[in-house]
């Protein structure tokens, strides 16, 4: 099931009153993620999550990751991926603890597959923590 949208922009107050005014999206709640962004609303959904880029020259907007949500256990998830051929980095949301699987196509897209917490995983890194690397 789609989750969420990233959008890295170089003027974040502008994207979020193009999807609040245009669209009627609006800002709500965020885990305390260490960079700055915002997520945007409509209902109780954060469909977009938009990122202020480090590059004000940069003048595009770029798909940061497209995500999804899922019933399935994370490990059962992980070890497809992994049979797969691909890497997944695992990392836990801020505060609320849900799992993050990310996985880089090899077109270069980043997917993020979300689950709510799994007690088998809190020793994954909490996303912005470091670790491995961030995806």
Do not use: C, K
């Not at 669209?23 to 609303?41: D, K, Q, T, V």
């Not at 497809?80 to 077109?107: I, K, N, S």
């Amino acid at each position: 099931m789609f989750d969420h949208l990233n959008l890295i922009s170089h003027d974040s107050a502008q994207t979020r009153r193009f999807f609040s005014e245009a669209l009627g999206f609006a800002p709500g709640w965020r885990p305390p993620f260490p960079f700055p962004g915002e997520w945007l609303y409509r209902g109780d959904d954060a469909f977009v999550h938009v990122v202020e880029s480090e590059d004000p020259r940069a003048g595009i907007a770029t798909l940061g990751h497209i995500a999804f949500r899922t019933d399935e256990a994370p490990a059962a998830l992980i070890a497809r991926l992994r049979a797969l051929g691909y890497a997944p980095e695992v990392r836990r949301v801020p505060e609320r603890g849900d799992t993050q699987v990310f996985v880089r196509l090899p077109g270069g897209l980043l997917v993020e597959i979300d689950s709510d917490a799994d007690p088998a995983l809190r020793d994954a890194p909490v996303f912005g923590s470091g670790g491995s690397g961030e995806p």
